[in-house]
């Protein structure tokens, strides 16, 4: 079973709409989150972390955690053409050392 | 200007060849990383480094050996390789536990 889960596998959105994506660890452990993007040809690039409880917000990407259900979020507002790539959540422990990923969201902005 | 650098970028080999899989950073980072990422699997990591000959397996290190002499290069070797370690590999580096881990380009690797 994989340790961290995302949802949906992928999604389609307007130009100019909300995406939404989630995530969950299935690992008590996992107590640092990140979500990285990749768009096509590249390598993965971090978005932003979060590692309290509530929303972290940077420019149109906001995440929110919840340490209790070890459950995670991210909300893209006003997607653009360029936000169109593969979401990854990431987790890690206090060692913090090791990243364990996702399989992956992909997210489909419609001009 | 912060950079993984890997080598090649594209990679055809036979079974039971050897395979070298170079990766540099410049931000000297202590930390590195080799990931696979195949469909449906996402990134699976392959390999930790802790410093210069400071190696620990990761969670599908079978197959896969590594090598880091100098802190600012890590390699990834494939003794034989075998048709289902075709995949993309990534190397990645990170300054210390739970900052942002940068990730190279990807070698895409196809063994036939």
């Known amino acids: 079973q994989q340790k961290v889960q995302q949802s949906p596998e992928s999604l389609s959105v307007p130009e100019g709409g909300m995406a939404s994506l989630n995530c969950t660890s299935s690992d008590r452990n996992f107590q640092y989150f990140w979500w990285y993007r990749q768009h096509s040809g590249e390598g993965p690039k971090a978005l932003m972390?979060?590692?309290?409880?509530g929303d972290k917000k940077e420019g149109r990407f906001t995440a929110h955690l919840n340490k209790a259900s070890l459950h995670v979020s991210l909300h893209i507002r006003d997607s653009q053409p360029s936000d169109s790539a593969l979401y990854f959540c990431?987790?890690?422990?206090?060692?913090?050392?090791?990243?364990?990923f996702g399989i992956g969201t992909r997210v489909l902005v419609r001009p | 200007d912060m950079k993984v650098t890997q080598m090649p970028r594209y990679l055809i080999k036979r079974m039971g060849e050897n395979v070298l899989l170079e990766c540099g950073q410049d931000m000297s980072h202590e930390t590195m990383y080799w990931y696979r990422q195949d469909p449906g699997l996402g990134l699976q990591l392959i390999y930790i480094?802790?410093?210069?000959?400071?190696?620990s397996e990761g969670d599908i290190p079978k197959g896969y050996r590594v090598s880091r002499k100098k802190r600012e290069h890590f390699s990834l070797i494939l003794d034989s390789a075998k048709t289902n370690q075709t995949s993309v590999y990534f190397c990645?580096?990170?300054?210390?536990?739970?900052?942002?881990?940068?990730f190279g380009k990807g070698t895409r690797l196809t063994v036939v």
């Open positions: 990431a987790a890690s422990n206090s060692a913090g050392n090791k990243l364990t």
């Open positions: 990645a580096s990170s300054y210390r536990a739970n900052t942002e881990v940068f």
């Open positions: 480094s802790y410093d210069v000959d400071s190696n």
């Open positions: 972390s979060i590692f309290s409880d």
